[in-house]
């Protein structure tokens, strides 16, 4: 949401999303980053996100906002900064260097967004550049531009691309989150590829409105089904283990120690959105 619109970062307050990323970057002109920076410095200040993880996206340190931006966010009560258009592992040393000085929280994380082709070809040394690192967003509106590629319904332009986030996200143990749907009028478009997010491994997508939180929530999060299986493989695998048996069958299906984890994660996903959603309109 554009740090510049007081009414989107009030409305954050009631939405099912599990992360606000408060922009100040792109969607807010030069005129109005200082605005932009106090809007959400008031927002924080008020609080009321509940269980919501808060984002700050904050300008490349190449340009003439990034560095004051880190400066005002980094103590402004935001979970974690977003540093846009990555492209090396030495840029988020650096802004991590200006968040400490600037008196950020040990909690505090920094995510990063891979939007260009040197970032996806780097995006192995820069998920390495420290462990501070929570998570990358692929910013797929701005890779589009790169790449010269077209938006094709099945995405095969950004297989390699994305394809590779994944894998290092993974290897790093970071979060990834898939780039905004841009199309507001294209409802079952934006459905599909949310399902083929999902079906690739991304932990969720970015969104641009309210409007599409619902279907985002019910690709990405567990269904009651998801959460009876998970549960009843929990269950399956420690009857299992009672007997000294390090596999067994749950409906003809083999559940091992690896589902258990997954299940486990699961288990956790359901939980945080029923918070969150305990707390949204
Ligand atoms: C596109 C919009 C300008 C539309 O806003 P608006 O005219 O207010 O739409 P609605 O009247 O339909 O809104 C209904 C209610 O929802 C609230 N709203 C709208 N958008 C947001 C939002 N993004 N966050 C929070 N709340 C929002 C409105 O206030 C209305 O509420 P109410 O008053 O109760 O009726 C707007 O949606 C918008 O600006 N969207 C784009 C935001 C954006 O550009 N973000 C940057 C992400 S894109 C990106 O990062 C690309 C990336 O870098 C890449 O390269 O891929
Ligand atoms: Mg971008």
Not at 24 to 38: C, I, N, Y
């Amino acid at each position: 949401m554009p740090g510049s619109n007081p009414r989107a970062l009030e409305k954050g307050r009631s939405l099912a999303a599990d992360i606000l990323i408060m922009d100040l970057e792109d969607s807010v002109t030069p005129d109005k980053k200082q605005a932009a920076r106090d809007n959400i410095k008031a927002a924080l200040g008020e609080g009321g996100y509940g269980a919501r993880e808060i984002m700050v996206r904050v300008n490349h340190l190449d340009t003439d906002h990034g560095a004051e931006d880190i400066r005002q966010m980094a103590a402004c009560g935001a979970d974690a900064l977003l540093m846009p258009k990555t492209e090396d592992a030495a840029t988020l040393r650096s802004a991590l260097d200006l968040m400490m000085e600037a008196g950020a929280p040990d909690h505090m994380k920094l995510w990063f967004m891979i939007e260009t082709p040197k970032g996806i070809l780097r995006a192995e040394e820069i998920a390495g550049a420290s462990d501070r690192l929570g998570g990358i967003v692929l910013g797929t509106a701005d890779l589009t531009k790169e790449l010269h590629c077209l938006k094709t319904a099945d995405r095969l332009p950004y297989l390699y691309s994305l394809g590779h986030c994944i894998v290092v996200a993974r290897a790093y143990g970071l979060a990834i989150i898939d780039g905004p749907f841009e199309d507001l009028n294209d409802d079952a478009g934006f459905a599909a590829i949310c399902q083929q997010s999902l079906e690739w491994g991304f932990d969720g997508k970015s969104l641009i409105h309210p409007k599409t939180i619902a279907t985002a929530n019910e690709t990405f999060g567990p269904s009651p089904a998801d959460i009876e299986r998970a549960k009843r493989v929990i269950s399956a695998f420690a009857e299992a283990e009672a007997k000294s048996q390090g596999v067994t069958l749950l409906d003809g299906q083999l559940v091992e120690r690896l589902h258990v984890e997954d299940a486990r994660r699961v288990l956790a996903l359901a939980e945080k959105a029923a918070e969150i959603a305990a707390q949204s309109e």
